[in-house]
């Protein structure tokens, strides 16, 4: 397609002039009613509950809504004028739904502040309800915007699928002619960031929260292992707080503590063009999102902006951003968006002889996961960060204070904040060519369409456990979490039929894998298999005397003054009673535990553990996740295999029970800790062995195996494991909303002794509990034809949403779809009609929402799950 675009002038505005043209947008206003932000020639105060380093729409939110909270002893800190960094040039958009519930949620919340806080502050945000449209090319983006639609209206988000004809009927410019359909989402719309700042900003100072303009950072002070102050270029402030709102300076920032903090975060260029009026385009029309062509548009005083998230971003500031980078802009780069401008004129056709205003091309920040960064620091407590929106600040930051607020004054996290937890990353998301690497990824995403079970490609092969070259032979494909690559499943059980990973056709429906899984099932329900979990987190806690047994049961909910060799399972909970952590501890000694939990919580655990170590050093912690493999071995034939390994212990029931520890030597690998449990409710071992004796042991089992039938077993297939058995996972199914009562853990809680969450656990007890975990079989689905529940399904009662399924599968054993999720009584009209009673989910009928269509569901309450 050859387009006609006419720039302005015959060229378009230089970068130093649209510079100058929107450096405006760096003061507040003065109105009659609102006093002058603090500026340089104001003394910095000496102390402060909350210092912000950050003066963008995320500072100002976050100070906005402390001060609102009631703590006005705030101070914002900005290293140059409010709006210089991205908040200036930022594209205005506000759509509600997102990947998780929290952060639609704060969308949600966002929406509706912008839309009325002119009334409280005097100050317009440029609020402009006009909704958007997010339009298909193909039938899978229609079955994923229905999957979204369905979430929407969970979540109270006004939605409607629409056919091409309503999409040109309500924007005639637009060509509809390739189009399957499109999701209209009424509430969304769009602001003015600038104007959103400076209303937020006033809102915060009118409640006594100071704000410094021209005053950088310099440090980050502490005292005793937490935030006591910040220096800055113009003097010290003695806090208890500081908050990291620096946006794509946060990384840079979070280097100026002592020990650094992690804000994994890095910049890419993201384009856009506005154009000149052209006939067509009405004041309220409809933010338009075309992913299938990578772009969207709005309008745009009588124009249009056209933006994009191109499928090959180019990473900027690598090595860090230069000295004064505000109100600026980088190189024009019309090659680049080419690509992305000729899908918009394909979609609206008028464009193509449009004069172009404006040609943008600034920095946005992107994280390894496509969600923000928020939360306390694990590294430093005291020290909170908020930062990384993906291209997404404004919409998000109006949710982001509130949360922010709540966290900060609180001490704990709000429910639902996993996906956005700062805690969810490891210490190579700090690399700088890691996040380079992996934004390359991250951008195109916004708008690729995504599939279930889809793993990321770029900067992998950081973290792999001693087995990782013998298993990729064995046709290994792997996933990775936490950065370390765990095989999924394996592709050729029995040939060389391999086939590449990227050659896996991607579906909504029964996948390529099943069948291959399905060998991996019945391997350990039937003879034995052997998984590679060294990924698990391990870490080692002992004291010289009895103080280690003291700190743990003041940790964890279940009896942990067990004899020598004993495995036992137990959460670790806050003050809500929800789960910190979901773990399994082993006593290796009167003063010497191992504590095994999730891949994904070595750092939620290692905080939460450190947090709470006495302070007279009397209790080490010590991380070992990479010092020892992890081999499970299990099946009804594993205690035979077991019996071949080894001389020196009898594997019979009897000598060697279920949950018990022991240190065996097998083959020629010594110091093997042996435990009698295999995480998914099969008879198994989990053998923990020295990483320099792993490949050895692997070796040995699987030649003595073969007598008995050993495969090599993926996760996937442990995981549907453990959908059969409803053995709940902990971030994917709780987190720290669930307590250990509504998940029938019950048995894992010793109400008899003093632990964090107790109290909670005893009012709960005796009121009873507002959601239960429950395991649904779908009644009516086609296997082979229908679209299949992936997690994240709307649980229907009544006419009425009753919770989301959290995880989903095929049941190999039960030929039937499971979904685990929470169910809820939202019509509860008192506090005892919420309670979610076992007469509740058996004698109401549910209904499984996917993707549009709704399968019946018979409700199964879970049993406690033993290890055998």
């Known amino acids: ?21 929107t450096h405006q947008l760096q003061y507040v206003r003065t109105t009659s009613g609102c006093r002058e932000l603090s500026s340089a020639s104001v003394q910095l105060p000496s102390e402060a509950r909350v210092v912000i380093a950050g003066g963008g729409i995320v500072g100002c939110s976050v100070a906005y809504h402390l001060a609102k909270a009631g703590w006005t002893d705030v101070v914002l800190l900005e290293q140059g004028s409010l709006g210089c960094g991205t908040t200036w040039h930022s594209a205005g958009l506000v759509g509600q739904m997102r990947a998780s519930t929290l952060h639609t949620n704060i969308c949600q919340y966002s929406a509706q502040l912008y839309s009325t806080l002119e009334e409280e ?7 402009r309800q006009c909704g958007s449209m997010s339009l298909a090319w193909t039938s899978d983006r229609m079955t994923y915007l229905r999957r979204t639609a369905a979430a929407a209206r969970s979540e109270g988000v006004q939605c409607e699928l629409i056919g091409p004809k309503d ?23 769009t602001a003015s960031p600038s104007d959103v700042m400076q209303s937020l900003a006033k809102g915060a100072t009118s409640r006594g ?22 220096r800055t270029d113009q003097g010290d402030i003695r806090c208890e707080y500081f908050v990291n709102c620096a946006g794509q300076w946060a990384w840079q920032l979070g280097q100026l503590s002592s020990p650094p903090v992690r804000v994994p975060l890095h910049s890419c260029e993201h384009f856009y063009v506005v154009t000149k009026p052209f006939p067509g385009v009405t004041n309220n029309q409809p933010v338009i999102r075309d992913p299938d062509g990578m772009h969207y548009t709005r309008e745009w005083s009588g124009g249009v902006m056209v933006g994009g998230f191109e499928l090959n971003p180019k990473p900027v500031f690598t090595d860090g951003i230069p000295p004064k980078f505000e109100f600026q802009l980088l190189e024009e780069d019309w090659d680049h968006f080419m690509p992305v401008m000729e899908q918009a004129t394909h979609r609206m056709p008028a464009l193509q002889d449009a004069e172009i205003r404006q040609f943008l091309n600034g920095p946005e920040s992107f994280t390894p996961d496509m969600s923000p960064i928020l939360g306390e620091a694990p590294e430093l407590p005291g020290y909170f960060v908020a930062a990384g ?21 609180s001490g704990d996290p709000p429910a639902g904040t996993w996906p956005v937890d700062i805690r969810r990353f490891g210490e190579m998301h700090k690399n700088r060519r890691y996040l380079r690497e992996r934004v390359k990824e991250i951008l195109p995403m916004h708008y690729q369409q995504s599939y279930p079970k889809q ?11 001693p087995l990782y070259s013998v298993l990729e032979r064995a046709g290994a494909v792997f996933g990775e979490t936490m950065g370390y690559e765990r095989a999924n499943w394996f592709s050729r059980p029995d040939s060389d039929d391999f086939v590449e990973p990227k050659q896996q056709k991607r579906t909504f429906g029964k996948p390529s894998w099943f069948d291959a899984v399905l060998r991996e099932y019945f391997v350990c329900c039937e003879n034995v298999g052997i998984v590679d979990m060294s990924s698990l987190t391990k870490f080692e806690v002992q004291s010289s005397g009895d103080e280690v047994v003291t700190y743990l049961q003041r940790l964890c909910c279940n009896e942990v003054d067990v004899p020598v060799g004993t495995v036992l399972h137990t959460g670790m909970l806050n003050h ?19 504590i095994i939990s999730p891949p994904n919580q070595l750092v939620r655990s290692w905080a939460w553990l450190t947090r709470h170590l006495p302070g007279d050093g009397s209790v080490q912690i010590k991380d070992v996740t990479r010092s020892y493999a992890a081999l499970n071995v299990l099946g009804p ?3 035979e295999l077991m019996g071949s390994l080894t001389d020196a212990v009898t594997m019979s029931s009897h000598s060697f029970p279920p949950d018990v520890c022991r240190e065996l030597s097998i083959g020629f690998a010594p110091r093997v800790r042996a435990m009698t449990i295999s995480h998914v409710g099969e008879l198994g071992w989990m053998l923990y062995v020295p990483q320099e004796y792993a490949l050895h042991l692997y070796l040995y089992i699987m030649k003595r195996g073969r007598a008995f039938g050993i495969r090599n077993v993926g996760h996937y297939a442990i995981s549907h494991l453990c959908l059969e058995h409803g053995i709940p996972s902990l971030g994917t199914d709780l987190d720290s909303s669930v307590t250990p009562f509504e998940c029938q853990q019950e048995h894992t809680v010793k109400l008899d002794k003093d632990f964090i969450g107790r109290s909670a656990l005893l009012k709960q007890k005796q009121e009873g509990v507002r959601q239960k975990f429950v395991m649904f079989l779908l009644d009516n689905h086609d296997l082979e034809n229908d679209l299949w529940p992936w997690g994240g399904e709307p649980i229907w009662e009544g006419g009425r949403v009753v919770g989301k399924t959290t995880s989903a599968g095929y049941g190999y054993t039960l030929k039937k779809q499971i979904c685990l999720g929470l169910v809820r009584n939202p019509d509860g009209k008192t506090e005892e009609g919420k309670v979610v009673t076992d007469d509740f989910i058996t004698k109401n009928k549910f209904e499984i929402d996917i993707s549009g269509k709704r399968f019946s569901a018979t409700a199964h309450l879970l049993q406690p799950v033993l290890t055998h």
């Open 167 to 189: 999409v040109a009927a309500q924007v005639p410019l637009l060509r509809v002619d390739d189009l399957k359909g499109a999701l209209w989402i009424p509430g969304d719309g």
């Open 389 to 409: 929106m993906n291209s997404g600040g404004i919409a998000s930051a109006g949710g982001v204070g509130k949360v922010m607020a709540e966290w900060i004054i």
């Open 576 to 594: 809500y009673g929800g789960y910190e952590n979901d773990c399994r501890i082993a006593r290796l000694a009167n003063n010497h535990y191992v």
């Open 1 to 21: 397609m050859v387009l006609n675009l006419v720039r302005s002038g015959g060229s378009l505005l230089s970068r130093s002039r649209v510079a100058r043209t």
């Open 209 to 230: 929260v100071q704000i410094h303009q021209k005053v950088a950072v310099e440090t980050i002070l502490t005292d005793t292992g937490r935030v006591s102050g910040v």
């Open 121 to 127: 502050t005097g100050l317009g945000t440029g609020w």
């Open 455 to 465: 793993e990321f490609q770029s900067a992998r092969r950081v973290l792999m456990s």
């Open 637 to 639: 034939r594993a205690r």
